[in-house]
Nanobody, 121 residues
Framework: VQLQASGGGLVQAGGSLRLSCAAS????????MAWYRQAPGKQRELVAS???????DYAGSMKGRFIISRENAKNTVYLQMNSLKPGDTAVYYC????????????????WGQGTLVTVSS
């Protein structure tokens, strides 16, 4: 499985970015997909996940600002990020996974190279 993330960059606070992640080497549509992020000096954290059918879940601080979506025909998952804050600065990674039970996302050990998002104040 290969995951190729893109779309990061430098944006001012309050701005928007759209990240993309193209997957290959697997039957994309049957798996959950997710975005994680890792800020300098911090642990990697789950941002949002989406089932193969399009059901979504978000970490609390991202609700209402970020939107995860997918196009199964293109083997691609997206993360639309709005109202960006300096605290959103991080490397964003896409991940493929499954149902961890009780509605939790379970990450498989496949990660893209990450794309850097920098939000200036």
């Amino acid at each position: 499985v290969q995951l190729q993330a893109s779309g990061g960059g430098l944006v001012q606070a309050g701005g928007s970015l759209r990240l993309s992640c193209a997957a290959s080497g697997t039957t994309f549509s049957i798996y959950y997909m997710a975005w994680y992020r890792q800020a300098p000096g911090k642990q990697r954290e789950l941002v949002a996940s989406i089932t193969g059918d399009g059901d979504t879940d978000y970490a609390g601080s991202m609700k209402g600002r970020f939107i995860i979506s997918r196009e199964n025909a293109k083997n691609t998952v997206y993360l639309q990020m709005n109202s960006l804050k300096p605290g959103d600065t991080a490397v964003y990674y896409c991940n493929i996974g499954g149902d961890g039970g009780s509605g939790d996302y379970y990450p498989f050990d496949y990660w893209g190279q990450g794309t850097l998002v920098t939000v200036s104040s």
